[in-house]
T-cell receptor, first 113, second 112 residues
Framework: SQTIHQWPATLVQPVGSPLSLECTVEGTSNPNLYWYRQAAGRGLQLLFYSVGIGQISSEVPQNLSASRPQDRQFILSSKKLLLSDSGFYLC????????????FGPGTRLTVT | RKEVEQDPGPFNVPEGATVAFNCTYSNSASQSFFWYRQDCRKEPKLLMSVYSSGNEDGRFTAQLNRASQYISLLIRDSKLSDSATYLCAVNRNAGNNRKLIWGLGTSLAVNP
């Protein structure tokens, strides 16, 4: 069966510090991968999605970036965090070319202080 | 108008009650519809896909109304454990990226 991992689970970082969040998927090949952010009391905001290694599409211009160095690995980064980057970061995957159903990892709760 | 809209609630219902949520969408070309459940401080989990003919899974029934562009979720015999936020999701467009547009969620509290 498929499993999606995210780490760390929680993170407290000062403004201006760098960020690296990692997501890995097991049990499937060639998935579509997604990074979302959910701010307190707000909906899911799609940040990036990827249909393959090295292929990243950005939904919202901001100080975040994403990379997909391996088929089942998706990384979210920032060089300098802002207070507004606080939120619940969720990685998700879907089967390419089959269904729109997305499956989420456990998320990383980021607080920028 | 937002692409996907939900009544935020909260819906407060007693155990055993029947409760229904609606979710409206603006893109008439949308073909895929889903209900997700999100517990507090947890990730969303797929509850049901919504098919044209409607579908039922135990106490949960999902319906699609294309003419009026909304989907619905009916929960019968509510349990305390049904307390959560229910998110609807609709595909934005065709293609390989498989992007979904999300509602803000409807909060449900089932009370003893």
């Amino acid at each position: 069966s498929q499993t999606i991992h995210q780490w760390p689970a929680t993170l407290v970082q000062p403004v201006g510090s760098p960020l690296s969040l990692e997501c890995t998927v097991e049990g499937t090949s060639n998935p579509n991968l997604y990074w979302y952010r959910q701010a307190a009391g707000r909906g899911l905001q799609l940040l990036f999605y990827s249909v393959g290694i090295g292929q990243i599409s950005s939904e919202v211009p901001q100080n975040l970036s994403a990379s997909r160095p391996q088929d089942r690995q998706f990384i979210l980064s920032s060089k300098k965090l802002l207070l507004s980057d606080s939120g619940f970061y969720l990685c998700a995957w879907s089967v390419r070319g089959f269904s729109y159903e997305q499956y989420f990892g456990p998320g990383t709760r980021l607080t920028v202080t | 108008r937002k692409e996907v809209e939900q009544d935020p609630g909260p819906f407060n219902v007693p155990e055993g009650a029947t409760v229904a949520f609606n979710c409206t969408y603006s893109n008439s070309a949308s073909q895929s519809f889903f209900w997700y459940r999100q517990d507090c401080r947890k990730e969303p989990k797929l509850l049901m896909s919504v098919y044209s003919s409607g579908n039922e899974d135990g106490r949960f029934t999902a319906q699609l109304n294309r003419a009026s562009q909304y989907i619905s979720l009916l929960i019968r015999d509510s349990k305390l454990s049904d307390s959560a936020t229910y998110l609807c999701a609709v595909n934005r467009n065709a293609g390989n990226n498989r992007k979904l547009i999300w509602g803000l969620g409807t909060s449900l509290a089932v009370n003893p």
